[in-house]
């Protein structure tokens, strides 16, 4: 694999030192990066706390929001319109709890149906994959687990904001062509200098000398989809993610366990690593890897297009943003991808809401 100086450059394939939203050593959100500096601002009321349960509309015009507070129901009157952020899981339950969705679906759930948008809630994309812990005969940062070294890791970050606490926890990154014929990277790696397990439903860092090794694949073929429970914005939508239904996804996180393998086996790194923890031999055969993958694949937190934007009648929004079939009402979030990106989705979901701000006129 080549070394790639910048990840975020010409092009992305190669191995590179991972990018994180940091600034001076600290997690730079949106939040710190956007709304923060114009808190003073006369134009800006912020409210937090506050659940959005439905959108208010005169005939198919978004007029405003109804909420919960503390509690208590409230109304937001839109100056001009509403733009909806709630996220690829949020975003399609309030439109759906809008009347904005499948009518029958919407009508199971006593819900009278405004505009009929079929492929809201559906196009869930992730970008499956595994998990893969690695034995290793060398100490890794897990041993900065323990009392006296966490506590000189906390602070060195402190008081210098330095050290391990100061990137991100996956250090290293790469993109890769399983396969020379293909135009673009097919998989993606995070690699952790350390390894974490689940212990009685909750997540521990344990004092051995572990590695992880992310691999998922890039374009995912396969659909999944949401669906509401109940009128309840309260209650969570039931999430159908299907992530291997497609075949070449299943040959896709294939060809990554086999990638795994040859990291794992390949010196310098791969003579550290004593084993790779419920990874089947490959002696094994097929069969046991196939039954490997299917029980282990796991989306990696990088849901998009429940609300995807197109050109065709069933896109649930035009691709200026604008809800179909609705006025004065935009969605600017993750769901609106058309399909999936090749990388982690924190920035380009940032990139919609910028564009987002020149589509929509003040
Ligand atoms: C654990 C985890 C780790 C991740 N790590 C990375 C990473 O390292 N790098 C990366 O690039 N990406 C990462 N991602 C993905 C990235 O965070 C998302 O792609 C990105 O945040 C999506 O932005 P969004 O605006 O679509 O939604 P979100 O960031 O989810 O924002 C939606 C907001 O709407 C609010 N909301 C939802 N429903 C309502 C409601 N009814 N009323 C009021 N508010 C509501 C939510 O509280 C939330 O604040 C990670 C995701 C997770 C879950």
Redesign the pocket.
């Known amino acids: 694999m080549p070394l790639n100086p910048d990840l975020n450059g010409a092009s992305h394939e190669g191995v590179a030192w991972n990018q994180g939203s940091t600034r001076e050593g600290k997690r730079h959100s949106a939040w710190e990066a956007f709304i923060k500096p114009k808190l003073g601002n006369p134009d800006l009321t912020f409210v937090d706390g ?3 349960e439905t959108i208010l509309f005169e005939g198919r015009r978004a007029v405003g929001i109804r ?1 919960i507070k503390d509690g208590t129901r409230v109304t937001f009157k839109a100056r001009k319109g509403v733009v909806l ?4 899981i ?1 975003s399609p339950q ?1 439109l759906m709890l809008s009347g904005i969705g499948d009518p029958a679906q919407l009508k199971r759930h006593g819900i009278e149906p405004l505009v009929e948008s079929p492929d809201v809630g559906r196009n869930l994309m992730e970008h499956p994959g595994l998990y893969v812990l690695a034995e290793m005969n060398v100490t890794t940062a897990n041993s900065l687990a323990t009392p006296i070294n966490g506590v000189k890791t906390l602070a060195e970050w402190v008081f210098r904001r330095k050290g391990f606490m100061s990137v991100p926890t996956a250090q290293v990154l790469a993109f890769l062509k399983s396969d020379p014929s293909f135009e673009e990277p097919d998989l993606q790696f995070h690699l952790f200098p350390f390894g974490w397990v689940k212990k009685k439903g909750r997540y521990t860092v344990p004092n051995r000398k572990l590695t992880t090794i992310l691999v998922n694949i890039n374009h995912p073929k396969s659909m999944g989809h949401l669906e509401l429970r109940s009128k309840d ?1 309260l209650a969570p939508v039931a999430i159908y993610p299907r992530l291997l239904d497609h075949p070449d996804d299943f040959d896709g996180v294939k060809r990554g366990l086999a990638w795994v393998r040859k990291i794992a086996s390949t010196a310098p790194f791969g003579s550290q690593v004593m084993n790779l923890i419920d990874v089947p031999d490959p002696s094994a055969g097929a069969v046991a890897d196939e039954a490997y993958i299917r029980k282990s694949t796991v989306p990696f ?2 849901p998009v297009g429940t609300c995807r934007m197109g050109i065709d009648a069933r896109a649930v929004l035009t691709p200026d943003l604008k809800v179909r079939g609705a006025d004065n009402l935009w969605v600017a ?3 609106i991808f058309p399909r999936h990106i090749a990388g ?4 380009t ?1 940032i990139m919609i809401g910028e564009r987002a701000s020149d589509l929509i006129e003040p």
Do not use: E, K, M, R
Not at 85 to 88: D, P, T, V
């Open positions: 506050t659940i959005v909420a952020s709630a996220g690829s949020n309030i914005p937190l990088h979030d993750a769901s982690n989705t924190n920035a979901s």
